[in-house]
């Protein structure tokens, strides 16, 4: 792993051109940072830039996202004078830039942003967000976004979420690039999937535990299963965003009767949550604010058919029918109803689940994302 702030140098530079990594990174663990640390430590970056890694860093954990105190603004001052600083001295080609678009981190990473255009550096933003268009109601957001947009190239995640800023990038400056992970062992490395037989059928949530990603509706669609007659077992797992929602969250499943039945597990990280895929045999994802879903192409490459709500590039990754099923967020009833059929129908899931890591090799592993990220990369420094 690169350290924050260092120039990396894995061979002999030449005349490579020099890149600065301007990124968020863990801590918290959330798909933008998972992401960003892919970057920083892409080999394959390294063969073609001189890298420089100017870490985004202000909150330690979930509970501080969004909040705002001294210790957030000092950090910006001192992270303002190392961004002027390393520009002046390091003089880079190309300053590569995962950009917040909408919330109170916008605001800030626009004045980091105008910093690198006022001293003249080619920047490239990544978007791993939407809001943009919501947020443009606001005449001084609309103002902002036109600064911000102007004179840079930007990369988003998916063809689907270009209505979210066609009004201030014109598609000439903008690259669609899918997010990828590592593979993942096959779930049979893992787990004998032979133990999966006859027992009942176990559907795993995985994610921050947020009232946005939908755990919620998944409880009710499980009080629903339950109330049909159906055998399950329902999985929890994430890290708590908020002690309250958590709360809300523990009091619905006993106000379901789901006691016993449920069961919250905590976050999970490396082999534990490869375990707990592997031993899934339904993901599900019932997200009512989403950008892409990372854990998505997690739960894809241990084999899981999924289940996940209609919403920003998720209809990209799932192949409606053939991977999982697709339902319309917050329809509580076609959840279900989702649920019940691939619980009733093993060889359905099975078929999908396997479809689903072919799909994952095929089109979001790590090697292709990082590929495809170094070919945009290449072609912005030629520009």
Not at 159 to 171: A, F, G, Q, T
Not at 216 to 225: P, Q, R, S, T, V
Not at 305 to 324: C, K, L, Q, R, Y
Request: charged share 20%.
């Amino acid at each position: 792993m690169s350290l924050p702030g260092q120039t990396i140098q894995s061979e002999p530079t030449g005349n490579k051109p020099k890149l600065l990594i301007l990124a968020h990174l863990p801590p918290p663990v959330h798909g933008v940072t998972v992401m960003s640390q892919y970057v920083v430590n892409s080999s394959l970056l390294h063969q073609h830039f001189e890298i420089f890694v100017l870490p985004i860093q202000f909150t330690a954990n979930l509970h501080d996202l969004g909040k705002n105190n001294f210790k957030k603004l000092f950090r910006l001052v001192q992270l303002t004078a190392q961004l002027v600083f390393h520009c002046l001295t390091f003089k880079p080609d190309l300053v590569y830039f995962t950009f917040v678009p909408t919330g109170m981190p916008f605001y800030r990473d626009v004045m980091l942003l105008s910093l690198i255009k006022a001293m003249g550096f080619h920047t490239i933003l990544h978007l791993h967000g939407i809001g943009i268009k919501e947020a443009s109601r606001q005449w001084f957001n609309r103002f902002l976004y036109r600064r911000a947009f102007s004179g840079v190239q930007v990369i988003h995640l998916s063809h689907l979420l270009y209505d979210d800023i066609e009004s201030y990038v014109s598609k000439k400056d903008c690259f669609f690039l899918p997010n990828g992970i590592a593979t993942s062992p096959h779930p049979s490395k893992i787990i004998n999937i032979h133990a999966k037989h006859g027992r009942k059928t176990r559907f795993l949530f995985l994610s921050n535990i947020m009232e946005e990603k939908g755990p919620l509706d998944f409880i009710l669609a499980l009080g629903m299963l339950k109330n049909r007659g159906i055998q399950f077992h329902g999985i929890v797992a994430g890290g708590v965003g908020s002690r309250a929602f958590m709360d809300t969250l523990l009091a619905q499943i006993k106000e379901t009767g789901l006691e016993g039945m449920v069961s919250y597990v905590g976050a999970k990280f490396g082999e534990e949550k490869d375990v707990l895929f592997a031993d899934a045999d339904i993901f599900v994802f019932p997200t009512h604010r989403e950008s892409f879903g990372l854990v998505i192409l997690e739960a894809m490459s241990h084999s899981l058919p999924i289940i996940a709500s209609f919403e920003g590039s998720i209809p990209m990754i799932v192949d409606n029918g053939v991977t999982g099923i697709l339902f319309p967020k917050k329809d509580i009833e076609k959840l279900a109803h989702a649920m019940e059929l691939l619980e009733k129908d093993k060889n359905l899931r099975n078929l999908m689940g396997q479809a689903g890591r072919d799909r994952f090799l095929n089109h979001f592993t790590l090697k292709r994302f990082e590929t495809d990220l170094a070919r945009i990369l290449v072609t912005c420094c030629q520009r």
